[in-house]
Every structure is written in C-alpha cells, then in structure tokens.
C-alpha cells in the first residue's frame, strides 16, 4: 500500500504531529510505502506517486480532499477535536476520530461516514488497507419529504428520485385526511407521523426529515413535485466540495409546460445542513460561499387542485403574513420582511404591501432581491392606479437591470394603459429580444421571455390600428407558449383586416411587416 500523509503539523513536537509520524513508522514498519509531508504538493506530483491511500489531518485537509477527488483516491481524515470535520466536511472514506468520546459527540454529523476511534498505530493499518483496497466511497443519499393531503402526486414524486437514493425518509402530517400515510408506508424506508401547525413551520418540519437522515447527502422534495435528472445528482455530490446545491425549481407550469416562474433554490445537502430563518420562509444554514448551482437538475413544483391547494392558498393569506410580519417586527428579519410584502401583494393588499416594499427598500439585502422589490412595488402603484409613481419605480428597475425583461414589459403595460401605445409597443420590442436569463438567484418570470413580450407587443400593435402585424406578433406568442386564448385574439382579429386585393399574403409569418 502506498500511503500519503500530510499534515503542517508533521514535524511539531505537539500531539496530533506525533500521532501522524507515529502511524508512518508504523506503516513502513508493516512494509507499506509511506510519503509524508509538512508542506503543499503540486497535484501533478502527486498523481505521479500514485498514492493507495490519502491520509490528512487539520488545514491539509482541503488540499488533500483535493488530490483524493481528482484522483479518485480514497481520503482517511485524522480528527483531534470538536469542530475539526465540520470546518471542511471532506467526502472521507474513513475518519479516525481522536478518542472514543469524540467519536460518540460526532456520530450525528459523521452519519454513513466509516470511522474509528484512535487506538494504537499499528491497530490501525488493518483498517486503512481496507479503505485503500476498496476504493473511494461513493457518497450515499436520502431524500426526506414531510406531506400532507399528496395523495394523487406523491407516488410520481418518489419515482423521480427512487432510483438515485439510498433511503426514502417520508414524514406524513397527521391533518392529513386522504390515502397519503398508506402510500408513504408503501414506498417510504423510514415513515413517520408528526403534529404541524398551519401554517406549517416549515424549518421545523424540514428538520424533523433531515434529523432521520442517515446518509452523507439528503435532497430535500415535496410531495406536488418531480425531479427531472436526477441521475446527474450522484455525479454533482461526489465531484463537490459544496455543501448545498442549488438546483432549478420550474414553478407552476401553465397546459403548455411554461413555468409560471423559475429560480435556484438549495435542495440538496450535506447531512449537517438544517434549515433556519422565520417559520413561514425557508432558508438552510449553508453559506453562500458553501453553495454550488446545478441548473441540470430540475424540480418541477406542480400543486394540483384538490384540498391541499386550498388550505396552502388561505394559509398563506393569512395567519403566514402574520409569522412573516413578527419575524420582521421582532427579530428584524429583513427576509421576512421581503416576503411578507410578496404575500400581501400577492393578497391584492396594495397599500399594506407598498409600506412593506418601501421599508425593506431602506436596507435591502442585496442587489437582486432590491430589483425584484422595485418591480414588485412599481406594480403594486400601477394596481392602486398611481400611473405617475408606478412609471418612475418601473423606470428606475429597467436602469438598474436593464436585461430583464420583467421590468420592461411591467413598464410598457403601464404605458398601454394610460393611453400611449406607440413607446409602449417599443418598449416590448425592446423585451421580446432578451433571453431568459440564466444567472439569477431569484424568481424569473419565464412566460415573460417565452411569449409575455410578443402578446404584449400584439396588444399595443391593435390598439394602434397595425391589425396585421398585431396578429403576426400574436402569432409568434402562440409558437413561444402562449395559451389557446391567443389563437382566439388571431380569429378575432384576422375578421377585421381589409383585403388587399392582391394575391400575396398580407403578412408574414416569421416576422412583423416593416
């Protein structure tokens, strides 16, 4: 076995430097080839010894963590003290962890991980030449749903993921009144009933799924969604040093499979991950710099109707603008108070979500979410009928983000209906050549991109009079996503276009007339 040991600590005279040059006498003393270093390695050095077996301990960790995933080497961590894994959480095939106490405090976070407790160092090459003849561990996962009243959805959002994952941990709230505890004790490895509130208090209930977890890796699912490649998940976790991936989320997709909205959203985790923040919003406690995004992984979010639809509507109504608006009142939560002003827009409580907006716009909490504030606000004005504040808070959100579209075609609405077609119909010109954008963190509003814009631009185009180009760009609408409704608006509209008396078709199909 050819073994490589690194550590800054090597050649101290402390503890955890004796312990590592002890096991590497011992291990040329068994016949095992050692190299064991003090100082950083070039990966190409280290590829051409070839090493078995990676064995690391303190702040060498992340750059042997490194070496062991590019060469798909095993990686054997040394922990001498609380706290030590959790600082880097490598992907181990073994951790020896300093004494038994240690190792009895760490077993929640280690989990599946292989480990011993430190013993004598010849004791220890037994298990070392085991990890080093089996290989590099591949990970294992879970994912953890907690459901209630999913019954006509939750078997299809099993099957999305059922072959990717190691255990199925399904928590079913006792509210629920249809088929779904049966079904979970079908399909689920560990199924378990738990009292909620309602609203839920959805870190609390997320929690209660990732307490069960045994895996390295949990994914996160609820019972009205699928995964689409979830086969790519194995990969991403075992090439990651992140401990949450943020994966898409296709919210809400209309009969033509156009996502009301889009946006990432971590959902898959590192066992220690929890999630935190006010109860009626989700956050994890995976830093930003601890995150990685896999737009190739997709969660479609699709509710259908039925009672859970209706409880969920009313709940986030009311009594979840009532958790949103304590947690920003007693505890200053800036992100609940984002949402609150979303949940009272969304209840068409205009006023009450202008101070909302307004407020959170003193001190926002980044650049993102602050545009997404503008647009919201600048829609809320337009709603009370403000035309004058809505144009400015709008114009403001096209300077500021200039290559969304959702501002844009806000902008050009607002134009259309206090009378002034013409700048309206440039202004959805100047959105239906944008792209979806593929690098926000927060809500893109996908059938603004698809076919929004051009409906838009079909609208100020026949409230000018250019009935034929209303209609091509109607048409371009339909193509892009638009519901059966634009094919109607086309027939409605095709009844009032004069003949030309020629025999050329008046309009084209694939552009606007000049």
């Known amino acids: 076995m050819r073994a490589l040991l690194r550590s800054y600590d090597l050649d101290d005279a402390g503890e955890s430097g004796a312990r590592l040059r002890a096991l590497a006498d011992a291990l040329r ?23 078995d077996v990676i064995i690391a301990q303190h702040w060498a960790v992340g750059e042997a963590d490194g070496w062991a995933r590019a060469l798909d080497c095993p990686l054997v961590m040394i922990v001498h003290g609380a706290g030590q894994y959790e600082v880097t959480m490598p992907a181990c095939d073994l951790v ?41 561990r591949r990970p294992t996962l879970s994912v953890c749903m907690t459901v209630c009243n999913e019954a006509p959805t939750l078997a299809a959002a099993v099957a999305s993921v059922a072959n990717e994952v190691d255990e199925i941990i399904i928590g079913v709230d006792r509210r629920s009144t249809d088929d779904t505890l049966a079904i979970a004790r079908r399909l689920a490895t560990d199924c378990f009933e738990y009292d909620e509130s309602s609203p839920p208090d959805f870190p609390r209930m997320r929690n209660r799924a990732l307490a069960r977890a045994h895996s390295d890796w949990t994914l996160v699912l609820d019972g009205h969604e699928w995964i689409e490649g979830a086969d790519r998940i194995r990969s991403a976790i075992e090439s990651t040093t992140a401990w949450s991936l943020e994966i898409l989320t296709l919210f809400e997709p209309d009969e033509r499979r156009v996502p009301g909205l889009s946006f990432v959203f971590p959902r898959v985790h590192r066992r220690h991950v929890r999630f935190t ?40 109504r009311g009594p979840e603008l009532t958790l949103l608006r304590s947690a920003w009142l007693e505890r200053g939560d800036r992100r609940a108070l984002f949402y609150l002003a979303n949940g009272l827009r969304e209840s068409e409580r205009y006023d009450d979500a202008i101070v909302a907006y307004e407020e959170y716009l003193r001190s926002p909490n980044f650049r993102e979410e602050q545009w997404q504030a503008l647009l919201y606000l600048g829609r809320c004005y337009a709603a009370r009928g403000d035309h004058a504040r809505a144009r400015g808070i709008l114009e403001r959100a096209v300077v500021e983000a200039p290559h969304r579209a959702e501002s844009i075609v806000g902008l050009a609405y607002l134009l259309l209906a206090i009378g002034q077609p013409a700048p309206a119909a440039a202004w959805f010109r100047m959105a ?14 996908v059938p603004v991109y698809r076919w929004g814009a051009w409906h838009g631009l079909a609208l100020a185009l026949h409230t000018m009079g250019d009935v034929p180009n209303a209609i091509s760009a109607e048409r371009r609408a339909l193509r892009e996503g638009a519901g059966a409704w634009a094919n109607d608006n086309i027939a409605a509209w095709s009844a009032f276009v004069p003949s030309t008396g020629r025999d050329e078709p008046l309009i084209g199909d694939e552009e606007l007339v000049a």
Do not use: Y
């Open 29 to 51: 003393d068994a016949g095992h080839e050692v190299r064991a270093t003090a100082h950083t390695c070039d990966l190409g050095d280290v590829r051409a010894w070839c090493p």
């Open 96 to 136: 020896v962890v300093h004494d038994e106490s240690l190792r009895t405090a760490m077993a929640d976070v280690l989990g599946d991980t292989p480990n011993v407790a430190w013993s004598d160092p010849r004791a220890l090459i037994a298990s070392l030449a085991a990890v080093a003849a089996a290989g590099r």
């Open 277 to 316: 923040g006010a109860p009626a919003h989700e956050e994890v406690t995976t830093p930003i710099s601890r995150r990685e995004v896999h737009r190739e992984i997709r969660v479609w979010h699709e509710r259908k109707p039925g009672s859970a639809a209706t409880q969920r509507g009313a709940e986030k």
């Open 432 to 445: 239906t050549a944008l792209p979806e954008p593929s690098d926000c963190r927060l809500f893109v509003e």
